[in-house]
C-alpha cells in the first residue's frame, strides 16, 4: 500500500491549491515526395478530414486581473507562497519543494490510478511505521497509527480555503504547462484535479478495524521492510485508487477532516456551488 504521503498534494493543491515524463515522441519525417503528376483520380479525392476539436473545458480558471504594466507578473517563488500559507513549520516538515509543482502535478494526476510512484511526490514521508494488530491472518490497522497523520491533517485542515484557492489560480498557468508537459497537451488540469478530488470523496467509509495482510513472496530475497507491502483483505478496497487506499489507512476521523476540506476546495475550483 502507499504511504500517506502521496495524498499530501492533493491537499497541497486544496490547501493552495510534470515534466518528470515526456510521453510525446516526435513524429517521422514525411517521405520525400516523387516528382511526377499525381494521378488524374487524386483532383477528386476527399478533402483530409478536420483536426479533432478541442476539449471543453468543464472548469475554467479564471486569469487574475491584468495589472496596469507593461511586464506580466512574476511567478511567486514557490518556498516563499508556501511558507505564508502554511508557516515555515509545517513547509519543512511535509514538503519537497524541489520540482514542486512538477511533482504535485504528476502525483495529482496518480492518485486516481492504482500506484502513485515515491519518486515524484512532492512531500515527505510520514514519520513513523505503519501499525497493525492482530496475528496472521487475522492483522487489522492499529487504531494507533492513526495518530501519524494527525499533525498533516491539522495542518491542512488550518488553512484557510479561500486563500489556498487565490494562490493556486495564481499558479495556475504553471500547473497547466507541467500538465501539458506530463504528456497531456490538450488537458486542462483543474477539470483533472476536480476528477480526481471526487474519486477521493467517494471513498468508502469500511467497519473498523480494517483488515490487511501481507502477501506471499515468492522467491529466495526476502522482505526487508515487510510493513510497506501489507494489502487490503477485502478484495474491493484493495482495487480502489492509490488515493482512496491512503485515505483508508488514515483512519475515520482524519479522512472525515480531509474530505470536508477537499469539498471546500471543489467549491472554489469549480463553476459549480454543489458538493
Known sequence: MNRLSSLVVVLALAAIGTGLYLWLRPQPEPPTSVAESPPAAAESAEPPAPPPPEPEIQHPIEPPPAAETAEPPAAPD????????????????????????????????NLARPHAPPRVWPVNPTQGRFAVEGAAPGE?????????????????TAVGTDKAAALYKQLYPQFQKAYEDLGYPRGYFNDRLVAVIDTLLATPDPAEPVAVNLPEVKGPKELQRPWVSYEYSDPALESLTSGQKILLRMGPDNRRALKAKLADFRRHVTQSMTR
Do not use: E
Request: net charge positive; aromatic share 12%; proline share 2%.
Open 78 to 109: 514557490i518556498t516563499v507562497a508556501m511558507t505564508g500559507l502554511l508557516g515555515r513549520d509545517a513547509v519543512l516538515s511535509f514538503f519537497n519543494l524541489d520540482h514542486f509543482i512538477q511533482r504535485a502535478v504528476a502525483t495529482v494526476d
Open 140 to 156: 487489522r490497522i492499529a487504531a494507533a497509527n492513526y495518530n501519524r497523520y494527525r499533525p498533516f491533517v491539522a495542518a491542512v
